[in-house]
Nanobody, 128 residues
C-alpha cells in the first residue's frame, strides 16, 4: 500500500524557518519526481517547487519562494524535504507533496495536473 505523509509544519514568526518532510512507503522513491504545493484558504493550490527523479539534478522554484526555499531528496531514506527560510505571513498555507513517476522538473511540473499521487498536507502558519 502506497503511503505519502507530510510533516514538519507548525506556527513560526515571520523571518523564521521550518523544514517540511514528506515520507513515503510502498513505492520506489527514487523513480519518482516530486513537487511541493501549497494552498491557502480560499485560494487555488499552487506549485512551490519540484525536483527530478533519481538524483534530483533538476530543481525549480516559484518566483515567490526563490532564494528562500530549498527542495531536496534522500533516496536512501525515501524522504523529500522542503527547507523554508525567511518565512513570510503570505507563506501561510497547507503544504502538500506530490509524486509523478520518472518525472523531470521544470515550470510545467509546478502544475497540479502533472501529479497523480498526493499526501494529506501539513499546515504552516507564519505570524507577523
Amino acid at each position: 500500500q502506497v503511503q505519502v505523509a507530510e510533516s514538519g509544519g507548525g506556527l513560526v514568526q515571520a523571518g523564521g524557518s521550518l523544514r517540511l518532510s514528506c515520507t513515503t512507503s510502498g513505492l520506489t522513491f527514487a523513480t519518482y519526481g516530486w513537487g511541493w504545493f501549497r494552498q491557502a484558504p480560499g485560494k487555488e493550490r499552487e506549485g512551490v517547487s519540484c525536483i527530478s527523479w533519481d538524483t534530483g539534478s533538476a530543481t525549480y522554484y516559484a518566483d515567490s519562494v526563490k532564494g528562500r526555499f530549498t527542495i531536496s531528496r534522500d533516496n536512501a531514506e525515501n524522504t523529500l524535504y522542503l527547507q523554508m527560510n525567511s518565512l513570510k505571513p503570505e507563506d501561510t498555507a497547507t503544504y502538500y507533496c506530490a509524486a509523478d513517476n520518472y518525472a523531470g522538473c521544470s515550470a510545467t511540473k509546478l502544475r497540479t495536473s502533472q501529479y497523480n499521487l498526493w499526501g494529506q498536507g501539513t499546515q504552516v502558519t507564519v505570524s507577523s
